[in-house]
């Protein structure tokens, strides 16, 4: 089965970001920021809590350590300080979800970071070792480094499709440093062209095979919530 995922919990303070009430109701599991980009431990707490509320699987969404610049920005950390990086992180939400009673389901990195594994193996086996202390599932792009990584440390995977951006002729994301609105039609179409045929059209018509068990969706576009909808309504059209 087909599942929708969202990155979401990136508020920080009084700084409200993403709309997570929103979006909640209409996924299947969550990718919650853990304090390196984006929130903070009561943004932890509040995300989890309501992830809990809907019966949402959680997951960890662990980041390089730039929260200026969103961990959106290339930064080169040696792969036993990122393998650091991301236990510590991912462990931060474990005891969230630990005093909820309920298990970290996945991990999935956000940001520069996942497009930089992708690219690099090295980079992808330090993630995966950090993922490997928890037991869980990495979430990743098939085919890339992301697989090869969890494949050699033992890791299970589960590949993803990305709903609301765009992919290069190369198969790589282009992610923005912020999210426009969505064009809900565009995504739709991409959405149910790839559930069907397991393609997916580059931004120069490029047709591109991808593989994926997960949809991911984000919690930032100004029309997220609407997003969320349209992209459950066509998963549950498919079935």
Known sequence: MVTLNCDMGESYGNWRFGDDEGIMPHVDCVNVACGFHAADPMT?????RLAVQHGKAIGAHPSLPDREGF??????????ELTAAFVYQIGALAGFLRAEGV???HVKPHGIIYGMAARDLDTARAIAAAVKVF???LFGMAGTNHEVAARELGVAFVGEFFADLSYGPQGQLIIPRTHSPVDL???ADRLAKALVSGEVA???GTPLKIQFSTICIHS?????????????QVIDTAK
């Open 71 to 80: 961990g959106r920005r290339e930064m080169h950390l040696k792969p036993d």
């Open 135 to 137: 037991g869980v599932p």
């Open 103 to 105: 298990e970290l389901a």
């Open 202 to 204: 580059a931004t120069d």
């Open 185 to 187: 039609d565009a995504a």
């Open 44 to 48: 932890m707490q509040r995300t989890v």
């Open 220 to 232: 930032d576009p100004p029309n997220a919530r609407d997003v969320a909808a349209r992209m459950r």
